[in-house]
């Protein structure tokens, strides 16, 4: 079993920048992908942004520019860089992980850190 711990939550003022991390740990053969989420008061979860095992990410549209995904595979843990955050991006944000054990793929969530951007 894979758990995602993650951390880097907080208030901050419109214009600031928050960054999030979030660390797997138990048996992991492979990773496909790990990602970040979030979920606004009221709306369905979106997917922000993902980082492939081949290093390439994509994004929502409307964090394109402003917030940068990254990984290191030695610590299995996925960052999130966010700047220039705006009153929209406050949300809870869930770390998510897709991997394969033992002949099957899994996918894990993380139990979610919240982001408020308010002046």
């Known amino acids: 079993q894979v758990q995602l711990v993650e951390s880097g939550g907080g208030l901050v003022q419109p214009g600031g920048s928050l960054r999030l991390s979030c660390a797997a740990s138990?048996?992991?053969?492979?990773?496909?992908?790990m990602g970040w989420y979030r979920q606004a008061a009221g709306k369905e979860r979106e997917l922000v942004a993902r980082i492939y095992s081949d290093g390439s990410t994509n994004y929502v549209d409307s964090v394109k520019g402003r917030f940068t995904i990254s990984g290191d595979n030695a610590k299995n843990t996925v960052y999130l860089q966010m700047n220039s955050l705006k009153p929209e991006d406050t949300a809870d944000y869930y770390c998510?992980?897709?991997?394969?054990?033992?002949?099957?793929?899994?996918?894990?969530w993380g139990q979610g850190t919240q982001v408020t951007v308010s002046s």
């Open positions: 138990g048996t992991i053969f492979s990773i496909n992908y």
């Open positions: 998510n992980i897709k991997y394969g054990w033992g002949g099957f793929q899994y996918v894990n």
